[in-house]
């Protein structure tokens, strides 16, 4: 499987970002997803995770009622909404695929290149 990650940007804190991670291959509805975050000298975050039907979500304490972990499978596509967005969510995003849904990221066997988002206060 391999994972582009896109949608990053700048915006101010309050504004609104929609990652999408396009997968190829035809095994990407098998996969469980996940979005992880990495900031400047701060260690990676899982910071949601999706199974691979979509009827079980994770989500870290830090972003529970702001970000969205969604796909579509025939799309082979996993997307991330975030909404009211903090400075401290400033981060590279990168998302992966693991065969089982998890928090743990050793689980993850195929990740993205990562996305950079900044949010401006």
């Known amino acids: 499987v391999q994972l582009q990650a896109s949608g990053g940007g700048l915006v101010q804190a309050g504004g609104s970002l929609r990652l999408s991670c396009a997968a190829s291959?035809?095994?990407?509805?098998?996969?469980?997803m996940g979005w992880f975050r990495q900031a400047p000298g701060k260690e990676r975050e899982l910071v949601a995770a999706?199974?691979?039907?979509?009827?079980?979500?994770y989500y870290a304490d830090s972003v529970k009622g702001r970000f969205t972990i969604s796909r579509d499978n025939a799309k082979n596509t996993v997307y991330l909404q975030m909404n009211s967005l903090k400075p401290e969510d400033t981060a590279v995003y990168y998302c992966?695929?693991?065969?089982?849904?998890?928090?743990?990221?050793?689980?993850?066997?195929?990740w993205g290149q990562g996305t950079q988002v900044t949010v401006s206060s």
């Open positions: 992966a695929a693991s065969i089982s849904l998890s928090v743990r990221s050793s689980t993850y066997d195929y």
């Open positions: 999706i199974s691979w039907s979509g009827g079980s979500t």
């Open positions: 291959g035809r095994t990407f509805s098998s996969y469980a």
